[in-house]
C-alpha cells in the first residue's frame, strides 16, 4: 500500500502530465501542420519544373528529416536510386572518420639497398615507396631527395626502384570514361603518387609563324610532346591541349597571338603509370641536388630487399585535413585513394573492391543505413553508383548521433562561404546555415547535407536529380530547398502546386506490375501508344530522361532509313598508284573505307553479305598484278580520327561490344582468339583469326584438372595490339573462343590484306610496309566494292543489337551531314530528324548504339518517332528490322531490348488481336536486388496480351 507522500507525489506527476499534454498537444499539431506546408512548398518547387520543357525530364528525389523530432518532414522520390556523383564521398568519409584514428597519416619512404662507401656512393638501389598518400607533393619528394644529399649520398651505382605494391595496381576507376582520362579529376591511381599523378603544361607564344613554346612541369621529359600549333598575329587563343588515350603523350594543335600574355596558357593534364613518374620527377629531384647515377640506371618497379635500410620518410596531414580538403574541394583522387586505404587497413587488401566493403559495412552495421544501394568506386565518378535520398539521410543521421559527429559536419562545405557552395546561396538564410556535399556531372546534379533553420533546429536534407537538360535547374532546386529549410518555420507564400496522377485506359494493368515493392528504388519511363486510336493508353513519367541503352538505335535506324535512303549501299574503293609492268605494281596499293560495316576477311559475315578481302586479293590477281613494290596504304580518313564515342568507357576497350569506330575496318574491328585445353598443367591452345602477324599474343593460361574452376581471361592491353590470356581452362572444355576489339582497325585490315594478298599469290617486296594515308591525286581507281542495302543491314543491326554497325552507320550520317563523319554530325542529323517529325529535341544523344551512359532520352520521345515512323514510307523497312521480343504464342511484339543490371529496358510494337499496332518504350534506370530483366519481361508478356 502507498503512504500519503507517495501518494501526493503521485497526484503531482498526474497533474504536471496532464498540464503537459494540454500544452503541447496543439504545438504538436501546430508544428504538423506547418511540417504539412513546408512539404507542400517543395513539391510546389518540383511541380514547377514539370511546367518547363528545359527542366520536364528531370528526375528530382528528396528528403528533409528532423534531426529533432527523428522524422522526415518532407519528401519526394526518396526511395528511388539515383546516379549521385560526388556526394558518393560521403560514404568513405564516414567509414574513414569512423575508422580511422584522428591523427591517422600516409608515409612515403626511401630505403638504401646497399652500402654507401666513404665517397658517399650507393652501391646499390634506391627504393622510394608509397603508402597511398594521396596528398604527396613534389615538394615533399624535394624533401627527401635533400634528406639524402644531407646524409653525404651523392652517387648512385644501382637503379631507381619504385614500390607501389601497397595498392594494388587498378589504375582507373570501373566504367570510368575514356574522354576524362585527361584531366585531373579523373586521375589514375597508384599507392605511389605525386602532384595527384598531373603535370602542367604551358604554351608560350613565340613569332608569328613559329610554334608556340611548349613546356611541362614536373618531369618534363616524361611526356611526349606533339606540337602542331602556331603562333599567329593577335592576343587570342585557340588551342587544344589534349593526352592520347593511354599514352603519354601532350599533343597540341590550334594557334596562339603573338600578344597573349608571356606567361602563356597553362593546362592540367593527367600521365599514364602514377609509380614510373613518380620515380621520374624524384629522380629529376636527386639530379638537382647533385646526387647523379650511373649512366646504365634505370627507374624500375619493385621492392626493397629484407636487408634494405630506411633513409627518409616524409608524412601526409593527418586525416581530418585530408578528409576536408577532399570533400570541401571535391576531389576524386583523395576519395578513391583513401577507399584503396580502408581495403589495406580494415580489409583484404589494397582495392577498390576491398575498400567498398569496409565502407559498405560500416554504413549498414554502424550507421543503420537500408542496404538498397550500390557502390563501384570512393568518388562518385562512376554512373555505375546508385543510391537514394533516403540512404543519405539514414547516412547523416546516424553520423549526426555519433561520437564523430563534430568533426563529420566540418569537412563539409559551408553555403556562401567555403568549399564548393561558396559562390551559393550567397545572401540568404542559407549562407552559414547550410553545411553539405555538392556533386555534379552531365545529367546528374546532388546536395546533400546539414541545414539549420531560423529556430534553431537541425535537418538532414539530400537531393538528387538525374535526367538534367540543364543543369541550372537541378541547382536552383537544390537552392530553393535549401533556403526554404533554412528559413523554416517561415514559409514563402506559394500557390500550392501538385504534380498530377493521370489514369489511362491500361493504367489497370501495367501500374501492379511497374509497382512491385521489390522495383521500388527503380526510375521508370514507359508509354505504350496506339497508332490506330491516336491516343495514349499508358503512361509512367512519359518525359522522364532516362539512361535508354539499345533503344538508341531505333533513332539512329529510322534518321538513316529516311536520310540515306533503303538502298544506300557503303562502298570501298582499291586504288593503285604507280606503274604496272610485266606483272608487277611498282608503287602503292591503296584501299579506301567510306565505313561500310559489313567488310569481312574471308565472306563469311553471317549477319549480311558484304566485301571481302580474300575476294580483294584475288580481283588484284585477276587484274594481272602478282608483285607489288611498294606500300599499302590505308585510308580511313571519310570518318574523323575520334574512335570512341563520348561516354564510352577505358575498361571495355578490349570487348567486342565496344570496338573503334573508323572508315576503314574488317569483321567490325575485332580479333577471334580461339582456345582449347591442352594438357593438364601445361599451356593452353590459342589461335588468332585472321591469322595477323603483327597482334601480339601473350599466352600464360594453363590448363587445369577436370571440373576445376574456368578462370580464363583475355584481355588487349590499352592502346596496343597486345592480347593477354591468363588463368584456368578445365580440361574437360570444349573449344572455344571471344572476339576482341583491337587498336588500329584501319592498319589492321591493311595487314589483313596482306595475308590474304599471299594466299592469293600475290607477292610483298620486303620492304612493304602497311600505311595509313589518304589517297593521292594521281592514284587510279581499280575496283569499287559495295555492301548490301541499308535496309539489310538495319536489319542485322538490331537483329543482333549490333554496336558496331549502329556507329558506323551514325558516322556516315555525320558525313552526309558536314562532309566528314564524325560522331556529332551524325547526332545532329538524328536531332533534325527528330524535329522534322514535330518530336522536341530536347534530350542528350551521344553515340549511335546506345552504349553511351550520356545518352538521355524519354520514353515519350521513342514511342512518338515510334508512332511518325508509321506514317513514313521507310516503315515497313524499319518495322521487319526488330526482332520479335514476346513470348510463344504471343501477339507479334518487336523491339530493342537493352539488359544492363541498372539500365534495361524496351521499346518497339506490338500488333493488337483488333488490328491496332501499339507504339511502346520502357525504360529503367536504378538499382535493384530484384532482377530487372523479370521486370521487362512482365512487361512484355502483359503487351503480348493485347
Known sequence: MFNKGKRERISIFIMFSLMFMLVSAPVSAAKQKSDDRLAEVLQSYVACLKENPLSEGMTAGYEVYSLEDHKSVASFNKEKTFVPASVFKLLVTAAAVGLLPEDFSIPTKVFLDGKVNHSGVLNGNIVLKGFGDPTLSVEKLDSLAQSLADQGIHKINGNLIVDESYLDDQRLGKNWMWDDEQYDYNTQMSALSVKENTVDVTVQPTEIGMEPNVSIDPAPGYLHIVNHAKTVEGSGRDLSITRTRAKNEIVISGSIGKDYSQSGYKVTRTIVDPATFTGTVFQDLLLKEGVTFQPSSKIMKGKASKHAKQAAVVQSPELDEMLTYMDKESDNFYAEMLTKQLGALKGEQGSTTAGIKVIDHYVEKKLHVDEDFIQEDGSGLTRLDHISPHAYTQLLSGMYNSPQADRFISFLPIAGVDGTLKNRMKGTPAEGNVKAKTGSMSGVNSLVGYVKASDGEMYVVSILSNGIYKSAYARGLQDEIAETVAGYPGLPELEKKTIPENTYPLSGRFDPILDEDAYKGIIKGAVIYSTKQNKVLYERNPKALLTPGASVKLLTGATALEKLGENYQFKTELYTNGTHQNGTLKGDLIVKGYGDPTITTDGSNPEGKGPALKQMAEDIKKAGINRIQGNIIVDSSFFSDDVYAPGWTWDHESE??????????????????????????????????????????????????????????????RGENTIRISGNLPAEFKKG?????????????????????????????????????????????????????????????????????????????????????????????????????????????????????????????????????????????????????????????????????????????????????????????????????????????ELAKE
Open 656 to 717: 567486342a561490344y565496344q570496338p573503334q569506330i573508323t572508315a576503314l575496318s574488317v569483321d567490325r574491328g575485332a580479333i577471334r582468339v580461339g582456345y582449347e585445353p591442352g594438357a593438364v598443367g601445361k599451356g593452353i591452345h590459342v589461335s588468332i583469326s585472321p591469322a595477323v602477324p603483327q597482334i601480339k599474343i601473350i599466352n600464360k593460361a594453363t590448363t587445369g584438372k577436370l571440373h576445376s574452376k574456368n578462370t580464363l581471361t583475355i584481355e588487349r592491353d
Open 737 to 941: 573462343h571471344k572476339d576482341v576489339a583491337i587498336e588500329q582497325p584501319a592498319l589492321n585490315a591493311g595487314y589483313a590484306l596482306s595475308v590474304q594478298l599471299a594466299k592469293a599469290g600475290v607477292h610483298l617486296s620486303p620492304g612493304t610496309e602497311v600505311v595509313k594515308a589518304e589517297v593521292p591525286a594521281s592514284a587510279k581507281l581499280l575496283h569499287t566494292y559495295q555492301s548490301s542495302p541499308l535496309s539489310e543491314i538495319v536489319d542485322s543491326m538490331n537483329h543482333a543489337n549490333d554496336n558496331f554497325t549502329a556507329e558506323m552507320i551514325v558516322r556516315t550520317l555525320g558525313a552526309a551531314n558536314e562532309g566528314k563523319g564524325t560522331f556529332d554530325g551524325g547526332i545532329q542529323m538524328v536531332h533534325q530528324y527528330m524535329e522534322d517529325m514535330k518530336i522536341p529535341s530536347n534530350f542528350d544523344m551521344a553515340d549511335g548504339s546506345g552504349l553511351s551512359r550520356y545518352t538521355q532520352i524519354s520514353a515519350e520521345a521513342i514511342v512518338r518517332l515510334l508512332a511518325a515512323e508509321t506514317r513514313r514510307p521507310t516503315f515497313d523497312a524499319l518495322y521487319q528490322s526488330l526482332p520479335n521480343v514476346g513470348g510463344e504464342g504471343s501477339q507479334p511484339n518487336v523491339g530493342i531490348m537493352e539488359n544492363r543490371f541498372d539500365i534495361q529496358g524496351l521499346s518497339g510494337y506490338v500488333k493488337t488481336k483488333d488490328g491496332d499496332l501499339l507504339a511502346y518504350s520502357l525504360l529503367l534506370n536504378g538499382y535493384s536486388k530484384a532482377s530487372l530483366s523479370k521486370l521487362v519481361e512482365k512487361f512484355a508478356e
